[in-house]
T-cell receptor, first 113, second 115 residues
């Protein structure tokens, strides 16, 4: 996951918006993903964006993709305490004739009242 | 539809022992991949199997191996355990390695502690 970079921590107040940023390196990546991991659990796909899109919105989630800068962001509107988790950015990278997701190290989102 | 099932959920081993972890993918999914998650290294890709064949392998020593059965269930094995192998081992399944968006469905993981 060293080629996908994320900040390690983000702290926000309940009700505010959270923005988690990610940079990736493989310009040929076709899909980019955001996964969420709650304590003691595996990863759960939150949303993904195809590389020919700039933005995708899904309820409280907005994903922005800047292919020129290889920058991906996830905005969570009206952040709730239940959103506290680790958020992973991932890219679908070609490797050995197949596609494998490559993950960042995750951003721990802490939501406080 | 049942999710991805990993067994055992927790296990404790001592250095030098070996361990086998099991993963049952979602019904109909034919691709299984394994990841090692540690606080220091994050989520690292181990290997991917599709139709009983290893398609990709991450940068791990030969002590880490895996296989996939005809029913798509997969096992991974770690031999000669070291303290640094303590981690959460996550299995993920998908329809296939080059199918659609490539969404992965993760199990809850097997937490291995090596003493």
């Amino acid at each position: 996951g060293e080629d996908v970079e994320q900040s390690l921590f983000l702290s926000v107040r309940e009700g505010d918006s959270s923005v988690i940023n990610c940079t990736y390196t493989d310009s040929s990546s076709t899909y980019l993903y955001w996964y969420k991991q709650e304590p003691g659990a595996g990863l759960q796909l939150l949303t993904y964006i195809f590389s020919n899109m700039d933005m995708k919105q899904d309820q409280r989630l907005t994903v922005l993709l800047n292919k020129k800068d290889k920058h991906l962001s996830l905005r969570i509107a009206d952040t709730q305490t239940g959103d506290s988790a680790i958020y992973f950015c991932a890219e679908k990278r070609v490797s050995g004739g197949s596609y494998i997701p490559t993950f960042g190290r995750g951003t721990s989102l802490i939501v406080h009242p | 539809k049942a999710g991805v099932t990993q067994t055992p959920r927790y296990l404790i081993k001592t250095r030098g022992q070996q361990v086998t972890l099991s993963c049952s993918p979602i019904s109909g999914h034919r691709s299984v991949s394994w990841y090692q998650q540690t606080p220091g290294q994050g989520l690292q890709f181990l290997f991917e199997y599709f139709s009983e064949t290893q398609r990709n392998k991450g940068n791990f020593p030969g002590r880490f191996s895996g296989r996939q059965f005809s029913n798509s269930r997969s096992e991974m094995n770690v031999s000669t355990l070291e303290l640094g192998d303590s981690a959460l081992y996550l299995c993920a399944s998908s329809l296939g390695p080059q199918t659609g968006s490539g969404e992965l469905f993760f199990g809850e993981g097997s937490r291995l502690t090596v003493l």
